[in-house]
């Protein structure tokens, strides 16, 4: 008896690794599932592809009004850093 690991591709069963059986070879399968994780990491990825495309709408919007660099110019003062000022940290 040879046992063979292989996912299902919906049609089909592909081995993960080659596999000793001549083509053409009539055998049986006894499935036995494994739990590879695989259902958790596409709700993960779903998940991840819904992320994606809100960052991406939110980026199609611009966050400031034109005039805000003018109104943010109105109320702070910004100095330009003397060239004999001394910045000690």
Request: net charge negative.
């Amino acid at each position: 008896m040879t046992a063979v690991r292989a996912v299902y591709d919906g049609k089909v069963f592909i081995p993960v690794k080659p596999c000793e059986i001549t083509r053409g070879s009539e055998v049986t399968l006894t499935i036995e599932p494994i739990d590879s994780g695989f259902a958790e990491n596409q709700e993960k990825l779903k998940a991840f592809r819904k992320l994606s495309g809100e960052v991406t709408e939110l980026h199609k919007t611009d966050p400031l009004p034109p005039e805000f660099d003018e109104i943010l110019s109105q109320r702070l003062q910004f100095r330009e850093p003397s060239a004999n000022r001394r910045f000690d940290l």
